[in-house]
């Protein structure tokens, strides 16, 4: 196909018109409902620290009450999103403020987090306020009823990469014997009338070949017109699953919203959009961004695909070490949890003292640096910089053993090692992180 025909071809605009209205609300809620589920209070205010991403420590949260305002700030963007009011500002305003607030922080570290801030940042580029905003009303000349086709191939390419690689990532023998689904279903045992339910061994191999399958598949489906009704319900019941199970926020119902760009847009217009004037005359429209849309969607891309196999040229196994496991579509592959205890010595003297780490951090934070070494490290550079405040120069050693997937626990860190003053490695492995055992040691199953 021409290159400029598959681009550049005008199509109607209304799945993005429809898409704009849900996002805008949709991000709204997830601002807001921050706020009154406690999530801001638990992450951003009780904690003494948060963990940002490493090289980021500028990015910490606003004292006092500070983080409520932001978020009910953040919130009102949102709106202005969805009613398209100075929408590209709005929605850059959010995308920042979002960008920001996921970077703060790792103890609540979500893919569907990851996604947001990327669609986040797509949705600043793209016509969305053309037709029923404020926008177009305050600005007729802003008006259209058609838009490139590249925009939704751009969102279709964006959620392949997604839902291919979380399918991929399940390919290993953790998930395909089922014991992965087994322990995400055991916290669940006490749910609502279907705890019982849940832990039936033949629901885990539902959950873990359906997630497999649907991941896989979906957008392919989606593409074709005699399977896109099927995978539509089949979409809906895993969707609504996940959020009645495992309580994911917004994410489900913005996974449902992208099923608008795989209709027609004849089917979008009629039905959610009757006044609006529908086209299909298809012409081919090549604009003056031609050589920037091309250069920036292909280096987009190239990340986007090559940032996930990251771990792949990194030594041993993500499920063990971590090292390349965010921002890599990894979605609930694995329960993991680890006993850790940090010992700071001062140098000159020698004197030994294990820290009390409930000094330091929330519950949700000591199961963190309980198990990610990049989150032990960054503790261990704040007992640094404590003592160093005091006058004093020390050392800090971790010891830490880790289970995964119910296996028994295994020693995790060199003992013998002090993080205090070892470098961090973007890009490699920590050699202190002992060689994994995962697969000499079978999970330790109920069966």
Same mark, same amino acid.
């Given at each position: 196909?021409?290159?400029?025909?598959?681009?550049?071809?005008?199509?109607?605009?209304?799945?993005?018109?429809?898409?704009?209205?849900?996002?805008?609300?949709?991000?709204?809620?997830?601002?807001?409902?921050?706020?009154?589920?406690?999530?801001?209070?638990?992450?951003?205010?009780?904690?003494?620290?948060?963990?940002?991403?490493?090289?980021?420590?500028?990015?910490?949260? &606003?004292?006092? =009450?500070?983080?409520? *305002?932001?978020? @009910?700030?953040? %919130?009102?963007?949102?709106? $202005?999103?969805? /009613?398209?009011?100075?929408?590209?500002?709005?929605?850059?305003?959010?995308?920042?403020?979002?960008?920001?607030?996921?970077?703060?922080?790792?103890?609540?570290?979500?893919?569907?987090?990851?996604?947001?801030?990327?669609?986040?940042?797509?949705?600043?580029?793209?016509?969305?306020?053309?037709?029923?905003?404020?926008?177009?009303?305050?600005?007729?000349?802003?008006?259209?009823?058609?838009?490139?086709?590249?925009?939704?191939?751009?969102?279709?390419?964006?959620?392949?990469?997604?839902?291919?690689?979380?399918?991929?990532?399940?390919?290993?023998?953790?998930w395909l014997n089922a014991t992965v689904a087994e322990n995400l279903m055991r916290g669940k045992k006490d749910y609502w009338?279907?705890?019982?339910? &849940?832990?039936? =061994?033949?629901?885990? *191999?539902?959950? @873990?070949?359906? %997630?497999?399958?649907?991941? $896989?598949?979906? /957008?392919?489906?989606?593409?074709?017109?005699?399977?896109?009704?099927?995978?539509?319900?089949?979409?809906?019941?895993?969707?609504?699953?996940?959020?009645?199970?495992?309580?994911?926020?917004?994410?489900?119902?913005?996974?449902?919203?992208f099923i608008l760009f795989f209709f027609t847009t004849e089917t979008i217009n009629k039905r959610f959009l009757k006044g609006?004037?529908?086209?299909?005359?298809?012409?081919?429209?090549?604009?003056?961004?031609k050589p920037i849309l091309i250069c920036i969607t292909g280096v987009w891309f190239i990340i986007q695909i090559g940032l996930?196999?990251?771990?792949?040229?990194?030594?041993?196994?993500?499920?063990?070490?971590?090292?390349?496991?965010?921002?890599?579509?990894?979605?609930?592959?694995?329960?993991?949890?680890?006993?850790?205890?940090?010992?700071?010595?001062?140098?000159?003297?020698?004197?030994?003292?294990?820290?009390?780490?409930?000094?330091?951090?929330?519950?949700?934070?000591?199961?963190?640096?309980?198990?990610?070494?990049?989150?032990?490290?960054?503790?261990?550079?704040?007992?640094?910089?404590?003592?160093?405040?005091?006058?004093?120069?020390?050392?800090?050693?971790?010891?830490?053993?880790?289970?995964?997937?119910?296996?028994?626990?295994?020693?995790?860190?060199?003992?013998?090692?002090?993080?205090?003053?070892?470098?961090?490695?973007?890009?490699?492995?920590?050699?202190?992180?002992?060689?994994?055992?995962?697969?000499?040691?079978?999970?330790?199953?109920?069966?």
């Amino acid at each position: 196909m021409n290159l400029n025909k598959l681009l550049f071809k005008q199509i109607d605009n209304s799945a993005l018109i429809v898409f704009r209205w849900i996002f805008g609300l949709l991000i709204t809620l997830e601002a807001w409902g921050a706020i009154f589920t406690g999530w801001i209070k638990r992450t951003l205010i009780e904690p003494q620290q948060t963990f940002n991403f490493i090289g980021l420590d500028f990015l910490q949260p &606003l004292p006092g =009450d500070g983080m409520y *305002y932001y978020y @009910a700030l953040m %919130g009102l963007f949102g709106v $202005l999103v969805m /009613i398209g009011y100075k929408y590209r500002f709005s929605m850059s305003c959010y995308t920042v403020m979002w960008a920001c607030v996921y970077l703060m922080q790792k103890s609540s570290y979500n893919n569907h987090y990851y996604l947001l801030m990327l669609l986040c940042f797509i949705m600043i580029f793209l016509p969305a306020h053309r037709w029923a905003s404020v926008d177009a009303w305050k600005k007729p000349s802003i008006k259209k009823i058609k838009m490139p086709r590249w925009v939704v191939l751009f969102i279709i390419v964006q959620l392949w990469i997604v839902y291919t690689y979380a399918s991929v990532a399940k390919l290993y023998p953790d998930w395909l014997n089922a014991t992965v689904a087994e322990n995400l279903m055991r916290g669940k045992k006490d749910y609502w009338l279907v705890g019982d339910f &849940l832990q039936q =061994d033949w629901v885990h *191999y539902c959950i @873990a070949y359906t %997630g497999i399958l649907f991941d $896989l598949l979906v /957008i392919p489906l989606l593409l074709i017109k005699r399977t896109r009704w099927f995978i539509v319900i089949a979409s809906v019941f895993f969707h609504l699953f996940n959020s009645f199970v495992f309580q994911i926020g917004i994410f489900p119902y913005l996974s449902l919203a992208f099923i608008l760009f795989f209709f027609t847009t004849e089917t979008i217009n009629k039905r959610f959009l009757k006044g609006k004037p529908h086209y299909s005359e298809g012409e081919i429209i090549i604009p003056n961004y031609k050589p920037i849309l091309i250069c920036i969607t292909g280096v987009w891309f190239i990340i986007q695909i090559g940032l996930p196999l990251r771990h792949w040229v990194i030594p041993d196994n993500v499920l063990w070490t971590e090292e390349g496991h965010r921002l890599s579509w990894r979605m609930m592959l694995r329960s993991k949890s680890g006993s850790t205890s940090f010992v700071v010595e001062e140098k000159d003297t020698g004197k030994r003292t294990r820290v009390n780490l409930e000094d330091y951090l929330t519950r949700k934070q000591l199961r963190t640096v309980s198990s990610k070494p990049d989150c032990m490290w960054q503790f261990a550079q704040r007992l640094k910089s404590e003592y160093a405040a005091k006058g004093k120069d020390i050392a800090v050693y971790v010891n830490s053993r880790v289970k995964v997937n119910g296996r028994p626990y295994q020693q995790f860190t060199d003992p013998n090692v002090d993080l205090a003053n070892t470098k961090w490695d973007y890009f490699g492995h920590a050699t202190w992180i002992m060689p994994s055992k995962l697969e000499e040691v079978k999970p330790m199953l109920k069966k």
